[in-house]
């Protein structure tokens, strides 16, 4: 199983970016999908997921600025995210688990990480 993250990158204060995620490996239409990032000197930290069949729950931090989304005709997930602040600098993962769930340790496989940071 890969995933395999991109879209991250150097952004202003209140600007977006589009982090997509794309999964090879194993039918992506049966895992749920999250989201989580990681701060330098502090521990990875739930952003987003999304269920089989497209619910979604989000981090308190992220609700109302941050959309998850997927695609399984293209075995992607997406997390558009909006009015960037300087806090959500961090690493970007995707993983994918069996359970809907917003706990690292519940998603068995991860990505690279993509870098987002957010300048004031």
């Known amino acids: 199983v890969q995933l395999q993250a991109s879209g991250g990158g150097l952004v202003q204060a209140c600007g977006s970016l589009r982090l997509s995620c794309a999964a090879s490996?194993?039918?992506?239409?049966?895992?749920?999908m999250g989201w989580f990032r990681q701060a330098p000197g502090k521990e990875r930290e739930f952003v987003a997921a999304i269920r089989i069949g497209g619910s979604t729950t989000y981090a308190d931090s992220v609700k109302g600025r941050f959309t998850i989304s997927r695609d399984d005709a293209k075995a992607t997930v997406n997390l558009e995210m909006n009015s960037l602040k300087p806090d959500d600098t961090a690493v970007y993962y995707c993983?994918?688990?069996?359970?809907?769930?917003?706990?690292?340790?519940?998603?068995?496989?991860w990505g690279q990480g993509t870098e987002v940071t957010v300048s004031s």
């Open positions: 490996g194993r039918p992506f239409s049966r895992y749920n």
């Open positions: 993983a994918s688990s069996l359970y809907y769930a917003r706990t690292p340790s519940q998603y068995d496989y």
